[in-house]
């Protein structure tokens, strides 16, 4: 039997609450991270054209950059506008921070409205043609998933 110095018999023992409560704030802000970047790719309402098969995107997960196209031709990229003049090398530079494991299934994913001319949609293209980018994917609604309007 261990014997208790006497200035302590007088505390009861417990367990330290400090490890698992750093557990638990991490397990928050791990949570609170996640969501935020799972909303990102949501943040500009657009209505997607409807495609009758697709990927979900749920079944992916390469690593993407994410450009969204509005009607009027603007780009916006993580809540930052982008021009056409730039897409290429702002689509080269998020390729170049990947690491070489992650480049080769990096996907450039086009979230456009239905409405949206080709012409608008052509330089993103051409800047992953110019940055050696094959996957290139569109974000669209299954028939099912469409909103109703």
């Known amino acids: 039997m261990v014997a208790m110095p006497k200035q302590n018999r007088d505390r009861s023992l417990g367990f ?3 490890p ?3 557990v638990v704030f991490l397990l928050i802000i791990f949570f609170l991270i996640s969501s935020h970047l799972t909303r990102q790719e949501q943040q500009v309402k657009l209505t ?3 495609a009758r098969t697709a990927a979900h995107p749920n079944q992916m997960n390469n ?3 994410i450009i969204n196209l509005l009607p009027d ?3 916006v990229v993580q809540d930052e506008d982008w021009t056409p003049q730039t897409i290429g090398q702002r689509i080269g530079a998020a390729y170049s921070r ?4 992650e480049r080769e299934n990096f996907e450039v994913r086009i979230r456009c409205a239905r409405q949206t001319p080709y012409e608008f949609v052509q330089p993103i293209l051409n800047g992953c043609v110019q940055q050696g980018i094959w996957n290139v994917t569109f974000a669209v ?3 099912e998933e469409a909103p109703t309007r």
Do not use: K
Request: charge should be positive.
């Open 20 to 22: 698992m409560i750093d």
């Open 73 to 75: 031709g603007r780009l």
């Open 16 to 18: 330290n609450m400090t």
């Open 48 to 50: 997607l054209p409807v």
């Open 98 to 101: 990947l690491a070489p494991a």
């Open 63 to 65: 690593p993407r950059l």
């Open 141 to 143: 609604y299954l028939p």
